[in-house]
């Protein structure tokens, strides 16, 4: 590692946190981004990512402010225009930011964003890397993974910043559900007459990369079969471009059995209400395996081998898939068109994992409770 000295770091009160990709990544930062504030009193954090993971902020009590950034060294349905990356780098200039920490996967390289940092004249500059980014970063820790070791990605970022003196106490990741949430979902199921003391179980069937989408047929078979097995209430969630696929779940099942269709009808902090009221998500590995890791919520994760860094931290879970020599290809579509690693697994193994976590439902609520007193008597 090459560093400018801790005490350059002790005395830095305004931090830029740089995670330019999705509302995933973000919530697995919020213990590194919790810590760097802890660690000196008065720091004040800004996260600067793209406009989707944009929506995570409220929620998140360790950030002071947020910036929207969709940069062109990102993957993103529009490219971005050069006047747009030149007025972002003029506003963080103005605000005069004493350190920045860029915070990536080890598939992507941070040289883009140190440069981006560099140029705004942010004079400290913190990221992993695997080439020698000389006066791109004063503190340069080297990428080792995944050629050594691979750690979870919250580890990863813990790791980052405590090179710098930001040594986490709490190491659980952050969302906080605000009361207005926690009362709009309570409203809204009540009105659908659901009852408070049968098992609640959320399922989220999308996901943004094809290649982290279980068949939609199979999650269907899902939601047939833990009807048969389980006394629940079924809940399905997604955004408003995924009605169709959460109709069609939903109408596979008897009317009788149809499980609440939330699709489009929640905002972020509704989701991470639902989310955290519930016994057990099932979902493709994405943004709500995250919220209810965050939430103390536990989750089946129906787990693509894009990426071996991703799975639910620390909350009871199942992670499903089928090795295959393919494993970790970082891809956003399966590059084989095959997705043997979710297509491989069967729904009863799924329905088998969720009755697994459902009968330690009453040891779990009370583990819930333990880590999340004033959020769960807010919403009582």
């Known amino acids: 590692m090459i560093a400018v000295g801790s005490d350059a770091w002790r005395a830095a009160r305004n931090i830029l946190c740089v995670r330019l990709d999705n509302l995933g990544d973000v919530l697995m930062t919020t213990p590194a981004i919790r ?3 802890a660690a000196q009193p008065g720091r004040r954090i800004t996260l600067l990512t793209s406009r989707s993971a944009a929506a995570a902020a409220p929620f998140l009590p360790a950030i002071d402010e947020v910036l929207c950034f969709d940069a062109p060294w990102v993957k993103h349905a529009r490219p971005p225009d050069v006047e747009s990356s030149d ?11 004493d350190a920045a920490v860029i ?10 964003a140190a440069l981006f940092c560099y ?14 980014p000389y006066h791109l970063l004063t503190d340069w820790v080297r990428e080792t993974e995944p050629a050594i070791r691979v750690r979870h990605e919250v580890q990863r970022q813990l790791d980052l910043v405590a090179t710098v003196g930001a040594r986490a106490v709490d190491v659980q990741m952050q969302f906080e559900v605000p009361l207005p949430a926690e009362e709009a979902i309570g409203h809204m199921l009540n009105a659908a007459q659901v009852d408070a003391t049968v098992p609640l179980v959320v399922m989220h069937p999308g996901a943004s990369a094809p290649s982290r989408r279980y068949p939609p047929e199979r999650f269907a078979k899902v939601v047939q079969q833990l009807n048969d097995a389980f006394d629940c209430h079924l ?3 997604g955004g408003t471009d995924e009605r169709e696929l959460t109709r069609g779940i939903c109408a596979s099942v008897v009317a009788s059995r149809r499980p609440l ?39 089946v994760d129906l787990y693509a081998l894009t990426n071996p860094q991703h799975t639910p931290w620390q909350v009871p879970n199942r992670v499903l898939s089928r090795d295959v020599a393919c494993k970790y290809c970082y891809s956003s ?29 009453t040891a779990t609520r009370a583990w819930k409770m333990a880590r999340a007193p004033q959020r769960l008597e807010a919403s009582a």
Do not use: W
């Open 35 to 37: 810590a760097l504030k």
């Open 87 to 97: 007025a972002m780098r003029a506003l963080i200039r103005s605000r005069g930011f």
């Open 103 to 112: 915070f990536t996967v080890y598939s992507q390289n941070p040289l883009s």
């Open 119 to 132: 140029l705004a004249e942010i004079p400290l500059r913190l990221a992993h890397c695997r080439e020698n």
């Open 235 to 237: 809940a399905v969630t």
């Open 261 to 299: 269709d939330f699709a489009g009808r929640l905002g972020l902090g509704e989701l991470g209400a639902l989310i955290s009221r519930a016994d057990l998500l099932i979902s493709n590995n994405t943004g709500p395996v995250h919220i209810a890791a965050a939430v103390g919520t536990p989750v």
């Open 333 to 361: 579509v399966c590059p084989h068109e095959h997705h043997r690693c979710l297509r491989g697994v069967e729904p009863s193994e799924v329905v088998t994992a969720a009755c697994e976590l459902l009968d330690e439902a």
